[in-house]
C-alpha cells in the first residue's frame, strides 16, 4: 500500500529548463511535505520542505506547489542545470500519524548540457 | 563534524546468519531511524526511536531488531538475514520527529 505516489520515474530536461515532479497523499493526518535529493553513493539530503498552512514555497530555484484539496504537490525546479542531476524523493509525515514518514518511489532526473 | 556515521559501508552476508549494522550521530538529535531502500520502492521505515530507551516499528520491521541505549548510538540487528533484506540500508537522525532528517552514507547489504 503505497501512500505518497510519485510521478514520473524518470525526466530528462534541457539545461535552463523547468523540471517538475508530482506527488499524491492518501492520509490526511500528513502535514509534513519534505523533498529529498540523492546523488549516487549518498545518502539523501534535504532539499525543501512544506506545511500545508501555506500553497507554495520557494528557495532559490527550487519551489514546492501543495494543494491540499487535491491531495498533491509538486517540485519545480526552475533553470535545471547538471549539477541537478539526481534521485529526487517526496515524502510526507504527521505530527499525528503515529510514527512514520512515507516516501514516494523517487524520481531520476538527468539535465542535459 | 561527522553527522550520521554508518558502517560498515559494504557487507555480505549467507542466508542465516546475523549481524548488526552500526550507526552514530554527534548532533545530540533525539529522532533517530533506519530506512531500506530498494529500486522503485523509494525509502520505507523500519524502526525508529524518539528518544534513549525508546523504539517503535515502523512499516517494514520484521526481521530487524533496534535498541537506542544512549542519544547518539541506534544499530540495527538483523536476526537471521534472509535473500529478501538485501537492500541499501540508511540510517537517519534528526532533531525531532518530522524536521530535517540527516541521513548517513548507507550500507549495501547483500545476502546470499
Known amino acids: 500500500q503505497q501512500q505518497v505516489k510519485q510521478s514520473p520515474q524518470s525526466l530528462i530536461v534541457q539545461k535552463g529548463g523547468i523540471s517538475i515532479i508530482n506527488c499524491a497523499y492518501e492520509?490526511?493526518?500528513?502535514?509534513?511535505f519534505p523533498w529529498y535529493q540523492q546523488f549516487p553513493g549518498k545518502g539523501p539530503a534535504l532539499l525543501i520542505a512544506?506545511?500545508?498552512?501555506?500553497s507554495e514555497k520557494k528557495e532559490g530555484r527550487f519551489t514546492i506547489s501543495f494543494n491540499k484539496s487535491a491531495k498533491q504537490f509538486s517540485l519545480h525546479i526552475m533553470d535545471s542545470q547538471p549539477g541537478d542531476s539526481a534521485t529526487y524523493f517526496c515524502?510526507?509525515?504527521?505530527?499525528?500519524?503515529?510514527?512514520?514518514?512515507?516516501f514516494g518511489a523517487g524520481t531520476r532526473l538527468t539535465v542535459k548540457p | 563534524n561527522a553527522g550520521v556515521t554508518q558502517t560498515p559501508k559494504f557487507q555480505v552476508l549467507k542466508t542465516g546468519q546475523s549481524m548488526t549494522l552500526q550507526c552514530a550521530q554527534d548532533m545530540n538529535h533525539e529522532y533517530m531511524s533506519w530506512y531500506r531502500q530498494d529500486p522503485g520502492m523509494g525509502l520505507r521505515l523500519i524502526h525508529y526511536?524518539?528518544?534513549?530507551?525508546?523504539?517503535d516499528q515502523g512499516e517494514v520491521p520484521n526481521g530487524y531488531n533496534v535498541s537506542r541505549s544512549t542519544t547518539e548510538d541506534f544499530p540495527l540487528r538483523l536476526l537471521s538475514a534472509a535473500p529478501s533484506q538485501t537492500s541499501v540500508y540508511f540510517c537517519a537522525s534528526s532533531y525531532r520527529q518530522y524536521t530535517e532528517a540527516f541521513f548517513g552514507q548507507g550500507t549495501r547489504l547483500t545476502v546470499v
Open positions: 512544506i506545511r500545508p498552512d501555506v
Open positions: 492520509n490526511t493526518a500528513f502535514d509534513y
Open positions: 515524502a510526507a509525515g504527521g505530527l499525528y500519524n503515529n510514527n512514520d514518514m512515507r
Open positions: 526511536s524518539v528518544g534513549a530507551g525508546i523504539t
